[in-house]
C-alpha cells in the first residue's frame, strides 16, 4: 500500500441492488461500474480515480464485469445471460482532497449481484411455515387465483395431511405446486415461492425445494409424522440452509439500496401481473424489518439509509413520454415509499436506462396513473427483444444512457 493510502481517511459502502427477475440488475451494474471507472456522464466534475479492486474472496464468485460487457461487443452482440449465482465486485475510489495539505479519501464501494428469483424467498426469513402458508392462501383469495391452483388443491384433497403419514408418495403434490409456480412466472407474475423452483439455471439441490404451503389445521394439531410436519420441516430447513446464510453473509448491513422496476413488462404481461408486481414491491422491502432491529438501526444511525425506486427501461419509450412514466411510478411505489418513510429511511425515485438502445422506442401512450381493470386493454403492448448496445472499447468513454447520471448522483453523490 502507498503511504498516501495508507494515511487516507478510509470509508466503505455497500450497495444492494435489487429487483425481480429480468428487471435489469446485471446490465445496471454494468453501466454503473462503466460510468465509474470512466468518470464520465457523471453530474459533478470527476475528482476521484476508481479501479476494481482484485478479487481474493475464495467463498464468492467475482462479478464479471469484462465478461459481461465483452458480449455485447461479440459480432453478433447479445444481453448478458440471466444470472445464475451470487457474484460480487467491489471498486476502490481515491477521491482527491479538497485542501492539499490533507490526504486524499478512499471509498471502497460493494456491490453483489444475484438472481432476481431469490429475492421474494427473503420475506419468508421472518415467517413460520404455518404463517408463511396463510398468506398463501390468503393472496389466492384476495387474486383470484383459484382456478390457476386447482389441480393441485385437488390433489391435496387426497391425503390427509394432518394424519400419521406412512410414507405414501408425495411427489405428485410438489410437482403440481412447481407446476403451478412455473406457469404463474410464464404469465409473468412475481410473486413465486420458493423462487429457486422457476431459476431456470438454478444449481440448488433440488430435495431443498420439496415442500409447498399447506392449509393450517382447525381444532387439532397434526401428528408428529404428519405430511403437515414433514412439510413444516422442509420449510423450515430451507429457510435455515439457503436464505440465511445468503442474507447473513451478503445481504445484511448494506447501506442504501436501489429496487430496480421494470413496469412496461406489465403492460405487455396484464392487470393482474401488474398488481402481483407491486405486492412484490411491498414484500422486497421486508427486508428491512428482519431479525434484529440493529440493521434498522445501523441504516438510520449511518444517516446513509436511503432507497431508491428506479423504474428501467425508460429508453423504450420516446422521450415525451418519459414524465407519465415517472408518475406512475411513483403511484407503484406509493405504499411502500410510506411505509419506509415511517420508518425514516429516506427515498427518491426515477425512471431511468442503463444503456440506451439503438432501437427504441415503443410507440406507447404510458398512462400516469395506474388504468382500471376494464380500461386495461387499451394500453397493452407488445415490447420487441432489442439488441443490446455495444460498450465502448475505451475505458474512458461511458456507454449512452437515460438519467445514469442523475441515478448515480442519487447513490453516491455525497460520496464521490
Ligand atoms: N431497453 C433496455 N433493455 C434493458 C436494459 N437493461 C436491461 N434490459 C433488458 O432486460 C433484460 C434483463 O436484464 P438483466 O440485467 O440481465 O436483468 P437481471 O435483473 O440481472 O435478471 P436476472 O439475472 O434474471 O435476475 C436484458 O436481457 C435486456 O433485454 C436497458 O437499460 N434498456
Ligand atoms: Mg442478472
Given at each position: 500500500?502507498?503511504i498516501?493510502?495508507?494515511f ?5 459502502i455497500?450497495i444492494?441492488?435489487t429487483?425481480?427477475n429480468?428487471?435489469?440488475k446485471?446490465?445496471f451494474?454494468?453501466?454503473l ?9 457523471l453530474?459533478?466534475?470527476s ?14 464468485k467475482?462479478f464479471?464485469?469484462?465478461s ?7 459480432t ?21 482532497s ?6 486524499n ?8 449481484d444475484?438472481?432476481g428469483?431469490w ?5 419468508m426469513l421472518?415467517?413460520s ?11 389466492v383469495?384476495?387474486y383470484r387465483?383459484e ?11 387426497k391425503?390427509?395431511?394432518?394424519g400419521?403419514y ?12 412447481h ?6 412466472y ?7 415461492q420458493?423462487g429457486?423452483?422457476?431459476q ?12 409447498t ?6 381444532y ?10 414433514l ?16 442474507y447473513?453473509?451478503?445481504f445484511s ?18 392487470y393482474d401481473?401488474?398488481l ?6 411491498k ?13 434498522l438501526k445501523h441504516?438510520?444511525d449511518k ?8 423504474g428501467t427501461?425508460?429508453?423504450?419509450l ?9 408518475k406512475?411510478?411513483?403511484?407503484i ?6 411505509e419506509?418513510?415511517v420508518k ?12 440506451k ?12 396513473t ?9 394500453y397493452k403492448?407488445?415490447?420487441p ?22 441515478l ?9
Amino acid at each position: 500500500m502507498s503511504i498516501d493510502k495508507l494515511f487516507a481517511k478510509h470509508d466503505k459502502i455497500k450497495i444492494a441492488v435489487t429487483g425481480l427477475n429480468r428487471s435489469g440488475k446485471t446490465v445496471f451494474i454494468a453501466s454503473l461500474i462503466n460510468h465509474l471507472l470512466s468518470g464520465k456522464n457523471l453530474n459533478r466534475p470527476s475528482k476521484f480515480i476508481a479501479k476494481i479492486k482484485p478479487h481474493r474472496e475464495q467463498n464468492i464468485k467475482e462479478f464479471d464485469y469484462y465478461s459481461i460487457i465483452n458480449t455485447t461487443r461479440m459480432t453478433n452482440p447479445h444481453w448478458p445471460q440471466s444470472t445464475n449465482n451470487i457474484s460480487k465486485i467491489e471498486i476502490e475510489f481515491e477521491i482527491k482532497s479538497k485542501n492539499n495539505f490533507l490526504p486524499n479519501s478512499i471509498v471502497n464501494l460493494e456491490i453483489i449481484d444475484y438472481p432476481g428469483e431469490w429475492l421474494l424467498d427473503m420475506q419468508m426469513l421472518h415467517l413460520s411455515f404455518r404463517e408463511w402458508s396463510e398468506d398463501f392462501f390468503l393472496d389466492v383469495k384476495k387474486y383470484r387465483r383459484e382456478a390457476l391452483i386447482s389441480e393441485w388443491i385437488n390433489e391435496l384433497r387426497k391425503y390427509d395431511l394432518y394424519g400419521f403419514y406412512e410414507g405414501e408418495d408425495i411427489n405428485t403434490i410438489i410437482n403440481l405446486y412447481h407446476k403451478y409456480l412455473k406457469e404463474s412466472y410464464q404469465n409473468g407474475f412475481s410473486i413465486l415461492q420458493p423462487g429457486r423452483v422457476v431459476q431456470t439455471n438454478s444449481t440448488i439441490n433440488k430435495k431443498l425445494l420439496e415442500f409447498t404451503p399447506l392449509p393450517t389445521p382447525k381444532y387439532m394439531s397434526p401428528y408428529e409424522k404428519s405430511i403437515y410436519n414433514l412439510f413444516e420441516q422442509r420449510y423450515n430447513k430451507y429457510v435455515d440452509e439457503v436464505l440465511k446464510p445468503f442474507y447473513e453473509n451478503w445481504f445484511s448491513q448494506f447501506d442504501r439500496q436501489i429496487i430496480l422496476i421494470d413496469v412496461l413488462k406489465n403492460f405487455q404481461n396484464g392487470y393482474d401481473q401488474f398488481l402481483d408486481m407491486q405486492r412484490a414491491i411491498k414484500k422486497i422491502i421486508q427486508i428491512y424489518y428482519y431479525g434484529e432491529q440493529s440493521f434498522l438501526k445501523h441504516l438510520i444511525d449511518k444517516k446513509i439509509n436511503k432507497v431508491i425506486f428506479a423504474g428501467t427501461k425508460v429508453d423504450l419509450l420516446k422521450p415525451e413520454q418519459h414524465q407519465n412514466y415517472q408518475k406512475l411510478l411513483n403511484q407503484i411505489i406509493e405504499d411502500a415509499k410510506r411505509e419506509l418513510d415511517v420508518k425514516g429511511i429516506k427515498t427518491q425515485s426515477l425512471v431511468f436506462a442503463s444503456v440506451k438502445t439503438n432501437e427504441a422506442t415503443v410507440d406507447f401512450e404510458i398512462p400516469s396513473t395506474f388504468p382500471k381493470r376494464d380500461k386495461w386493454e387499451n394500453y397493452k403492448i407488445h415490447i420487441p427483444e432489442t439488441k443490446p448496445i455495444v460498450f465502448p472499447e475505451l475505458e474512458t468513454e461511458v456507454v449512452p444512457s437515460v438519467n445514469m447520471n442523475i441515478l448515480v448522483d442519487y447513490l453516491l453523490g455525497d460520496k464521490i
